[in-house]
């Protein structure tokens, strides 16, 4: 295998190796938002609205 060789599969493993790492941060920040959002709607339900109807005749 000659260097040119060698230095096209060391920039392969580079990409992907930097590639994974993004996609990881991503997958994070994706986690969080989504926790987030999990607590903002748990606190904005209202379990007891809409248990019982009143009903006049």
Request: proline share 2%; no cysteine; aromatic share 0%.
């Amino acid at each position: 295998m000659n260097i040119s060789n060698q230095m096209k599969v060391n920039l392969a493993s580079l990409k992907q190796a930097i590639g994974t790492s993004v996609l990881q941060k991503s997958m994070g920040k994706d986690q969080q938002s989504m926790d987030m959002l999990k607590k903002m709607m748990e606190k904005s339900v209202s379990p007891h609205l809409g248990s019982s109807v009143d009903l006049k005749l």
